[in-house]
């Protein structure tokens, strides 16, 4: 039904024509007698079409050499490759439109029964001078787009390709454009190494495939060489620190490491807090903090590792009030006794620390430096008790005692 319709509009349109040319003047069909002798003898197949109207209208504009609006009509495969004709479609098909709406050739139109017969030979499949159907083009493609990074130097380029009506006969890879020509190994297989890759940048090959009919297609991959794909620094600026009134300066100390390098770098800054601080140091793993007053301090250290890469950890610092006075009897009461003893008291008291008696709780405390006291390092870090951590309260009055002396009264 649908080919039936586009005939019957393909008729009227060359109806039309033949009205109007036989209402022109005889100059204006300065071709008459040529059209005239075609007429009568063009037959619907492409060697006709190509004696009578390709070769002596079209290819003066339309060869190899010149090929008009990028037209070559030199052969059956150039003209089909053009992309000008659909086969069984003619109104689709810019070869035929161009002749029945008179553009081509520009100053003299083909006799309408020629364009005709053009219209029949391209409905019936614009079949080769062997009665073939046209050629279908071969598939290719060149692969994915590659991203490698040094000190990688060779790539493989997996093309593939086929003919649905044919066979492929020939390939060849081909660079396109990069920063320095590559040695493309077996340019002919669709499966090659490319060796040279030294040079960072954008490089573009093209394989190309030609099948049997003598039709080639081309297709294209991308391969980029990026620079060393270096792994990041690790950094930890280590467990928030706990400072207390008259105490207005720390240290910290980072702990970096670069797995494929070396850290070159360290950079301490502040981020936050109640006042500005004095840092010394800066440009060092131990930084020297000062001038700290009451509140919470954000730090911040940055390392940069041998390539450049940076990575940063953030810690508090907070300033606790000044301690108030407190008994050992009162904290043994309420946190050592009840909350440790059961682990840390007899033979096996655990990790070996007996916390039966003042004199032995004393052995991982320093007097006046909670932070450097292990029984209060382990309370603050939440370690102990096991999955029971002690309230920020209890953390305090047990800093609290340490600081003040750690008396035993
Ligand atoms: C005097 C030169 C000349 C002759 C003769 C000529 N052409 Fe063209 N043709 C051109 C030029 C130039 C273009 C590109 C500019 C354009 O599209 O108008 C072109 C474009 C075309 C196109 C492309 C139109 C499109 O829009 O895709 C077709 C199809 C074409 N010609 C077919 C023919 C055929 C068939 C003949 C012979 C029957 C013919 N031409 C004769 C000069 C010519
Ligand atoms: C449920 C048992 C348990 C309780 C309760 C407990 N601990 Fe521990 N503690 C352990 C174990 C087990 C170890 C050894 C392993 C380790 O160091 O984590 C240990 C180790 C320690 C150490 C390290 C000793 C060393 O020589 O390095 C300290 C300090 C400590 N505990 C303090 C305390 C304090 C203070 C409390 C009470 C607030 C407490 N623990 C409550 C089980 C306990």
């Known amino acids: 039904m649908r080919i039936k319709t586009k005939m019957t509009l393909i008729f009227s349109l060359v109806a039309i024509l033949l009205f109007f040319q036989n209402c022109s003047a005889p100059e204006s069909l300065n071709s008459s007698e040529d059209s005239k002798s075609s007429a009568s003898n063009l037959a619907s197949n492409y060697n006709?079409?190509?004696?009578?109207?390709?070769?002596?209208?079209?290819?003066?504009?339309?060869?190899?050499?010149?090929?008009?609006?990028?037209?070559?009509?030199?052969?059956?495969?150039?003209?089909m490759e053009s992309g000008t004709i659909i086969p069984g479609d003619p109104e689709g098909s810019s070869f035929y439109t161009s002749l029945v709406n008179g553009s081509m050739p520009p100053t003299t139109p083909l006799d309408p029964q020629n364009i005709l017969a053009i219209a029949q030979w391209i409905e019936d499949g614009a079949r080769d001078a062997t009665g073939q159907i046209g050629n279908k083009l071969p598939l290719v493609n060149a692969g994915n787009d590659l991203y490698i990074y040094e000190?990688?130097?060779?790539?493989?380029?997996?093309?593939?390709?086929?003919?649905?009506?044919?066979v492929v006969v020939a390939k060849v890879w081909t660079q396109i454009e990069g920063p320095k020509t590559l040695n493309i190994v077996s340019p002919n297989n669709l499966t090659t190494e490319v060796t040279g890759l030294n040079v960072l940048g954008h490089y573009e090959f093209e394989l190309s495939v030609e099948d049997d009919k003598g039709d080639i297609v081309t297709d294209r991959v991308k391969v980029s060489l990026n620079p060393f794909n270096n792994l990041l620094p690790v950094v930890s600026a280590g467990l928030d620190i706990n400072i207390q009134l008259p105490a207005t300066a720390t240290s910290i100390t980072a702990l970096a490491a670069d797995s494929d390098g070396s850290i070159a770098n360290y950079l301490w800054t502040q981020n936050s807090g109640p006042s500005i601080a004095s840092l010394s140091n800066a440009n060092t793993k131990t930084v020297s903090i000062n001038g700290l007053s009451l509140g919470t301090y954000v730090f911040k250290i940055t390392v940069t590792d041998n390539k450049g890469a940076e990575s940063f950890d953030l810690v508090k610092v907070i300033v606790d009030p000044a301690a108030i006075a407190r008994t050992f009897t009162d904290v043994n009461n309420t946190i050592f006794k009840p909350k440790c003893l059961n682990c840390h008291q007899g033979g096996n008291a655990r990790g070996g620390y007996n916390m039966e008696t003042y004199a032995?709780?004393?052995?991982?405390?320093?007097?006046?430096?909670?932070n450097e006291s292990g029984l209060f390092i382990r309370c603050w870090d939440d370690t102990m008790p096991p999955g029971n951590p002690l309230s920020k309260a209890e953390k305090d009055k047990i800093r609290d005692w340490i600081n003040t002396n750690a008396p035993n009264n």
């Open 151 to 166: 000190p990688q130097n060779t790539v493989t380029l997996k093309g593939s390709a086929s003919d649905p009506d044919g």
């Open 360 to 370: 032995q709780i004393m052995s991982l405390v320093v007097k006046n430096n909670a």
């Open 48 to 79: 006709d079409i190509n004696e009578k109207v390709i070769k002596p209208k079209c290819l003066y504009c339309h060869s190899t050499f010149s090929p008009g609006g990028g037209l070559d009509l030199t052969d059956f495969d150039t003209m």
